[in-house]
């Protein structure tokens, strides 16, 4: 499984392990070697799309994963940032600061069996969650692009970094999106407000 070097320092190490530890059916590593191996025990599901998306102005249009978005305003988009396995993650990135954790806003799709509800994939994805932050998450229902979500909040620490986290979970077709905020740790509030606002202009198209 790939995942870019430049995405293996001490934050984006964290910000991988909550989209790899988050994931259901995903198994894979923050290498530098680029090596894709089949036998290596890892998830063995066609890798999702990576074509390129359309933006314009601040505007994106990405056909090939069903979504479009509006960047914030003075963030940067990095489209198929990470992707691993039968997961991909598009990353919206604030300005950088001064502190280690930079503000961002991923949008991931990790493929799952058609048969799969959305109750089942977050009864699991808060599972799994909980093990990993030793904390007990409580999702609660919210809406995105019209229909049904669940959003769920938690923190993580590593290396004296703390992140925090706030993830909004929905099924559409075979993809389980997770639209989440990363921001430093007890600092999502002075994002909450830019959060929401990509949340409503968010649509699955």
Known sequence: ??????YCGT????LLMSLLFGAVFVQ???????????????????????????????????PSKGYSARIPQGWTFDPNA?????????????????DPVQASIAVTCETIPAALSLQEYVEAKTAT???LT????????????GQEAS???????REDITLSRRDVITVEDECAWSISLSAPGGQLADYEDVFNSFLAEFVFT
Do not use: K
């Open 82 to 98: 990470i992707v691993f396995g039968n997961l991909s993650s598009d990353l919206f990135l604030a300005p950088a600061g001064a």
């Open 11 to 14: 934050f984006m190490r964290l």
């Open 1 to 6: 499984m790939f995942v870019p070097v430049a």
């Open 134 to 145: 030793g904390s007990e998450l409580t999702p609660r229902t919210v809406q995105v692009s």
């Open 129 to 131: 969650l909980e093990e």
């Open 151 to 157: 959003q769920v909040e938690y923190g993580q620490t």
């Open 28 to 62: 894979a590593s923050c290498t530098d070697d680029g090596d894709d191996d089949p036998d290596d025990g890892g998830d063995t599901r066609t890798t999702v799309a990576r074509a390129d998306p359309t933006v314009i102005g601040q505007d994106v249009s990405f």
